[in-house]
């Protein structure tokens, strides 16, 4: 039953780290700061980790998908991110192919429903 539970768990951690991508980039129409976005995905039901966050904010603004700016009128600098207009339309594509995908997994799955349940 362990082995089973260990296929399992590293089925939805590959499942959870599909959505990654899609899941920061649509909520960052608006500018956000790290722990805020962390915030805002986890009352959303799509927790995720800082130490998983941030390098991939990095590496989306590297990417060229996020613009980052730094606000220093507090008393702490925090550094906002926002979609650049790449980030936006590879949102826009990334969310077409998500509801088609879904769509098609639907398909599938309902095909292989249990008769008997």
Same mark, same amino acid.
């Given at each position: @039953?362990?082995? =089973?539970?260990?296929? %399992?768990?590293?089925? /939805?951690?590959? $499942?959870?780290?599909?959505? &990654?991508?899609? #899941? ?21 039901? @799509?927790?995720? =980790?800082?130490?998983? %966050?941030?390098?991939? /904010?990095?590496? $989306?603004?590297?990417?060229? &998908?996020?613009? #980052? ?49």
């Amino acid at each position: @039953m362990n082995e =089973e539970k260990d296929l %399992l768990s590293g089925f /939805m951690v590959e $499942l959870k780290r599909g959505t &990654l991508v899609l #899941s920061v980039l649509s909520q960052l129409s608006e500018a956000e700061y790290g722990y805020s976005l962390v915030q805002k995905l986890e009352e959303k039901g @799509m927790a995720i =980790e800082p130490g998983t %966050l941030y390098p991939l /904010m990095r590496r $989306l603004e590297k990417q060229g &998908l996020l613009i #980052s700016e730094w606000d220093t009128t507090e008393s702490r600098p925090r550094k906002f991110y926002r979609l650049s207009p790449l980030g936006e339309s590879v949102l826009q594509e990334l969310t077409k192919e998500w509801f088609q995908w879904t769509h098609r997994m639907e398909k599938l799955l309902k095909e292989g429903e249990d008769p008997w349940t």
